[in-house]
């Protein structure tokens, strides 16, 4: 039978601040004030896990089909310059919080949960290992589910949940959200065959899967039919929101676990089976990708049914880039011929699927096709429909966005900026970023820190030509320039021009030692 109390928790406190919200609008409305920032629409942000640009047909694959999302890019705005960061985590935290990832919120340890839960650590330790990366601060920040929380919204979180690497319920409360669905620990979503769910804090059993008895949870590549693949548990579960809370003003993160790997596909959506010409991991990945485009149809289709499409701003975005490895393999000749190849002793992100759009680097490289992620922002009525734009934004600047969008002021410093005048199609009274920057994060050493200000790149990268043993082995010393790049005329990042430009990276470099510094 259906549970449906688990959203009961907090109807009350939503309820009363929804009806201060309309009292508040209906006194603005009688003293004949302005009331556009006092009623926000509802707002839908669609979080893809590991997406580079390049996998959509609106971005130009041409192999994988996505006709729901490239619908939703004719419907809006859609950015060809927009960026997350290197890896899962850090992404979250800067977009939780609006900072850059030198400055959010550090990951915790990945895995704490599926150790506690298989017995391998004690709560105890648990505890000690969240509070060692997140210990308690006085400091009062605001976080995006509170930011839209102040607005009047009912806040909910469904899929891949928090900022990772390892989430609490106590966590998901700070942030802002009052309702959630789905999985704390990222090594946990590493299976799209849990053993459980959490709903709020109740922890929820799916009797088909397999029980996890060690940290790595169990993962397949093509389940059984009797199993239950998580994306359909996040689904049903936002779309049973949106039809019981529709009517009320909300702010909804739809986080996918897709297509993060391992590659994994339900024998119900394995479409791209009868590709034989490509290699199986080839065929389950390219199938995630249609997977995750039938989720943000059916939730698109949800917002028709209801009559919420127009009055609901949808953002569609990913958290960092393309990651090949999940269905690449070295063993196959097939496959070299679509392995990563390489300049200058660099990765470049290149495979069967071109998610990278050619761009250097992939997930855990701060060059281009390692951060770079699609955004698509649909409001029918208020975003131009069938637009593009070339502004550099960046995940830290959805939540000033949202706040603008609300009418909520942070009170504290934040580095994002608010994108919402290039949404109305309003460029020049959007504020320009003097930098975008990111802190080395993930296991590499082929990049550290970048910052992009205007069409400039400025990237600490391994000096190939002294830099001493391997990335597998770990030996030997490595040593780092720093490369400039103009990512106007070289968006692959291929000629370094620091030696031409001497000056222009003495700039940068004093912005890399600004952003280094702690921000409070």
Not at 13 to 31: H, K, P, Q
Not at 203 to 224: A, D, E, H
């Amino acid at each position: 039978m259906e549970h449906r109390s688990e959203y009961s928790v907090t109807d009350s406190i939503g309820r009363m601040r929804r009806l201060l919200l309309v009292l508040l609008t209906g006194l603005i409305a009688a003293l004949g004030l302005p009331i556009a920032s006092a009623a926000p629409p509802n707002i839908l942000l669609i979080y893809a896990d590991d997406l580079g640009p390049g996998l959509l047909g609106c971005y130009g694959q041409q192999t994988i089909e996505t006709p729901h999302i490239d619908r939703l890019a004719q419907q809006g705005l859609r950015f060809t310059d927009f960026y997350g960061a290197n890896v899962c985590a850090p992404a979250r935290a800067s977009l939780m919080s609006g900072l850059h990832t030198g400055h959010a919120m550090p990951p915790t340890k990945g895995g704490l949960e599926s150790s506690l839960h298989s017995g391998e650590i004690t709560e105890a330790e648990f505890n000690q290992q969240i509070l060692l990366k997140r210990p308690v601060s006085d400091f009062d920040s605001d976080y995006l589910g509170e930011v839209a929380r102040k607005a009047g919204y009912r806040t909910s979180y469904f899929g891949k949940l928090g900022v990772g690497f390892t989430d609490t319920h106590e966590m998901m409360r700070e942030y802002g959200f009052d309702d959630y669905v789905g999985l704390l620990d990222s090594v946990i979503c590493w299976s799209f065959y849990p053993e459980y769910y959490w709903e709020n804090d109740r922890k929820v059993t799916l009797p088909g899967n397999p029980k996890q008895t060690k940290r790595t949870p169990n993962t397949f590549s093509i389940g059984k039919a009797s199993m239950t693949y998580s994306e359909d548990v996040w689904l049903k579960k936002a779309l049973v929101y949106l039809d019981a809370h529709g009517d009320e003003p909300f702010f909804m993160v739809y986080a996918s676990q897709l297509p993060h790997g391992p590659v994994s596909i339900a024998p119900k959506d394995y479409r791209y089976q009868d590709r034989t010409e490509w290699a199986e991991n080839e065929r389950i990945y390219a199938s995630m990708i249609d997977k995750l485009d039938c989720s943000v149809g059916a939730l698109m289709n949800k917002l028709d049914a209801l009559g919420l499409a127009e009055n609901t701003l949808v953002l569609f975005t990913s958290d960092n880039g393309h990651e090949p490895s999940y269905y690449r393999s070295a063993k196959k000749a097939e496959d070299q011929k679509y392995s990563h190849k390489i300049w200058d002793g660099h990765y470049r992100g290149e495979d069967r699927f071109l998610g990278t759009m050619g761009r250097r680097g992939s997930k855990r490289y701060n060059f281009d096709g390692g951060i770079q992620v699609p955004l698509i922002a649909r409001w029918p009525g208020k975003i131009t429909a069938a637009e593009t734009t070339g502004h550099r934004g960046v995940g830290y600047d959805l939540m000033p966005t949202i706040a603008e969008l609300c009418g909520v002021t942070i009170f504290h410093e934040i580095d994002g900026v608010s994108l919402l005048p290039i949404l109305l199609n309003q460029p020049e009274a959007q504020e320009p970023h003097q930098y975008l920057f990111w802190k080395a994060a993930g296991q590499n050493n082929f990049s550290r820190d970048a910052i992009v200000a205007g069409d400039w790149k400025l990237v600490e990268e391994k000096e190939t030509q002294t830099s001493e043993g391997t990335k597998n082995t770990g030996q030997g010393q490595s040593s780092y320039r720093w490369a400039l790049y103009d990512l106007k005329n070289d968006s692959a990042e291929k000629e370094d021009l620091a030696g031409q430009h001497p000056e222009r990276v003495q700039a940068l470099l004093q912005w890399v030692h600004e952003a280094r510094q702690p921000i409070r």
